[in-house]
């Protein structure tokens, strides 16, 4: 007779499907980050180490598009820095590689994280109704879904017809949002476990892109509930130690507000952004199910048997 697996061992090889597909993904893509990516813009990652080489020699262009006299060079033309300057703070050591190894430094780092991505999901959902867990891994590990409001023309110009097109760009154009879920769903489960402190870290670092981290803020305060006022104290302290500083070095804190006023967010929203915004939306439907089936104290099972 064959044995039968437990829930907590079937959602575990559902999660490890899904993160050998996430490498997978990588490993098709990783090839793509040594060629042009196309005759217009350098790859996302440009921004990440011109605004961190700005930081050091010219503070106060850091949020300027476009090369600037005396710039660092990256070919053909490098992207735009838009994320808090906290961002930067994360991104230092990778300035004392060259450019193209520290794109491969980063892309292979948050690689890296996608095994503590799945720790963290695990213990989120190991609890959880085992077929909401397992969709809800495979959205958060894979994200196959279809994303609204993309740059089509990035999408067709890289052939990312894939099974995981969102990860796949994010690995082509070393795109920081794949470690933005990282530190998103972290804080989410650190929340999970009672530890605010150490949730309130890991959420101020993942908000340097605003629009997930706003998403992912009700849940982390319901998470945090029971130590709801030293969450809210250890964000805001660590959302100013972390930002409140560059304010007043070149006034970089004013040039990133000026920036994200005037700029239109929505039409600006590319595949790789939907991953942290899945991710978090995807737990946040799971908990209120959760929640809505406890507390009415009845069935909500699915047709449907996992087993080997």
Request: glycine share 4%; net charge positive; with cysteine.
């Amino acid at each position: 007779m064959r044995q039968r697996l437990s829930k907590k061992q079937k959602i575990i090889v559902v999660i490890l499907i899904a993160v050998a597909l996430n490498v997978i993904s990588f490993c098709i893509a990783y090839p793509e980050t040594f060629k042009p990516e196309n005759a217009t813009y350098a790859r996302d990652f440009s921004a990440y180490y011109l605004g961190e080489w700005r930081l050091f020699h010219n503070p106060t262009k850091i949020y300027a598009g476009g090369a600037q006299p005396g710039d660092y060079q990256i070919l053909p033309h490098p992207q735009t820095f838009k994320y808090t300057p906290s961002f930067l703070i994360l991104f230092a050591p990778f300035l004392a590689l060259s450019y193209q190894n520290a794109l491969t430094a980063f892309d292979l780092v948050q690689l890296a994280l996608i095994p503590a991505l799945a720790f963290f999901v695990y213990k989120i959902l190991k609890d959880k109704n085992l077929v909401l867990g397992a969709i809800a891994a495979i959205i958060i590990l894979i994200d196959p879904l279809p994303s609204p409001l993309i740059n089509s023309a990035t999408i067709v110009s890289l052939n990312a017809q894939s099974f995981s097109p969102s990860y796949y760009l994010g690995y082509v154009l070393v795109n920081a949002h794949i470690l933005q879920t990282v530190l998103l769903i972290g804080a989410l489960y650190l929340g999970f476990a009672k530890k605010p402190w150490l949730s309130a870290l890991l959420f101020a670092f993942g908000a340097f892109d605003p629009r997930a981290a706003l998403l992912a803020l009700p849940l982390l305060l319901w998470y945090n509930r029971q130590k709801i006022l030293q969450f809210i104290t250890a964000t805001v302290t660590f959302l100013l130690a972390t930002n409140l500083p560059f304010f007043f070095y070149y006034g970089i804190g004013f040039a990133f507000l000026h920036t994200e006023v005037n700029r239109n967010i929505v039409s600006q929203m590319y595949q790789y952004d939907w991953i942290p915004l899945y991710a978090v939306a995807t737990l946040t439907v799971v908990e209120i199910i959760t929640v809505i089936r406890r507390k009415r104290k009845t069935p909500f099972n699915f047709p449907l048997k996992l087993t080997v």
